[in-house]
């Protein structure tokens, strides 16, 4: 059996523990979440989901936050996550469309991943994946779509 690395049981983690959280909704105990998995493949060990927890919901919480601001204010720096060295810009905004289909009633959703130099406003990150990724907004879309932020990323190493 090959010996995993702190650094891969901890990527493991981050990539997991949202998968095992979804899958559990009313499980809100991190140990009793923990015990789920432990003879499953997405186990890590405790320490790991632990991080990744603590991790999972912190970034939820300024989600939430992000949601409140003003169309025109600022994200905060304080509110993006250490992102990859290799994106392609300093800013990776991920967003998901959710509405219904004008062709069959139901519900689906789209995300988009759309990539900055520069710090931009909700409406300006809203804006430019409506138009410069019609494909990942709310084409085939009935009025009422609404539009979120899953994921705010700051590239690693970069200057703000």
Do not use: C
């Amino acid at each position: 059996m090959p010996i995993i690395s702190p650094e891969e049981w901890r990527a493991r983690a981050q990539v997991w523990v949202p998968i095992v959280i979804e899958a559990n909704p009313t499980i809100t105990d991190i140990d009793r979440l923990w015990n789920t998995t432990r003879d499953t493949a997405l186990y890590v060990p405790r320490e790991y989901f632990r991080e990744a927890v603590r991790g999972y919901n912190n970034e939820k919480t300024t989600l939430g936050f992000i949601e409140e601001l003003g169309p025109d204010e600022l994200i905060p720096r304080r509110w993006f996550t250490e992102g990859y060295k290799r994106m392609p810009e300093k800013y990776r905004y991920i967003v998901e469309t959710t509405g219904q289909s004008i062709f069959t009633g139901e519900t689906f959703s789209r995300t988009a991943a759309y990539d900055s130099p520069n710090q931009l406003t909700p409406a300006e990150i809203m804006g430019a994946i409506e138009e410069k990724m019609p494909d990942s907004a709310q084409v085939e879309m009935d009025p009422g779509w609404s539009m979120k932020f899953v994921h705010v990323y700051h590239k690693a190493g970069s200057q703000w």
